[in-house]
């Protein structure tokens, strides 16, 4: 049976030194290739581009969407302005993940956010985020940790009923934590399925749509090590291969 083909979303990188310095890259980090690979399905990387045609002809070619990782969402796409601890933005992959994140939907595919992912999806839909979590109006856990990307160091509670715990089968799960930013407001028809002890998002799906889902932290870095990071890519791949034949 031929596998589905995942695409998971570019960035660009430059080059800091060295005899190419200043010198743009397309990349996305290895983990999301070796994830979707250890799910079942094939990996295609969808380069940054700012060509709408490209866009939705890459789209064409894959069966579902990984939305990765990278840098702050541009505040003014959720009507804010930047605040002092706003991050790197760059508002062009803003735009390039909301064209993704609209053509999939239009082709009825599956759509995965991971951190930014989860943050571009939430804007997509109407809904806001922290800036820097230092500005929500609580004390709050360490949310980007200290140490090595496969070290699940706080823990989830799983909403009983959701897809997500259909998932996994869990309402309890120990994750990794890498970022600065939350959602603050859900975008609409998102619905949170998992939050952190301390009341941060960590997970939402939509409430129709076949399968869209957005975690906050990394499984891709946990895929090799926690059985049920690997379990989440694994149902991924399947809702893709499922879409795929029904298309």
Known sequence: MKKPVIGISGSIMTDASGNFAGYKRAYVSHDYVQAVLSGGGIPVILPFSEDSDAIRSQLECVDALILSGGHDVFPQLYKEEPKQKLGDVFPARDRFDFELIEATMRQNKPIFGICRGM????????????????????????????????????????????????????????????????????????????????????????????????????????????????????????AAASSAKEA
Not at 140 to 162: A, D, F, R, W
């Open 119 to 238: 943050q571009i999806l939430n804007v997509y839909f109407g809904g806001s985020l922290h800036q820097d979590l230092s500005y929500a109006d609580r004390e709050l856990l360490k949310h980007n940790q200290n140490t090595s990307p496969e070290q699940v160091t706080h823990t989830i509670q799983i909403m009983s009923g959701s897809k997500l715990h259909g998932i996994l089968g869990v309402e309890e799960l120990m994750v990794n934590s890498f970022h600065h930013q939350a959602v603050n407001l859900p975008g609409r028809d998102l619905i949170c399925c998992a939050k952190a002890m301390d009341g941060v998002m960590e997970a939402f799906e939509h409430v129709s749509y076949p399968f869209l889902l957005g975690v906050q932290w990394h499984p891709e870095m946990l895929h090799a090590s926690e059985i049920k990071m690997k379990e989440l890519f694994s149902a991924f791949v399947k």
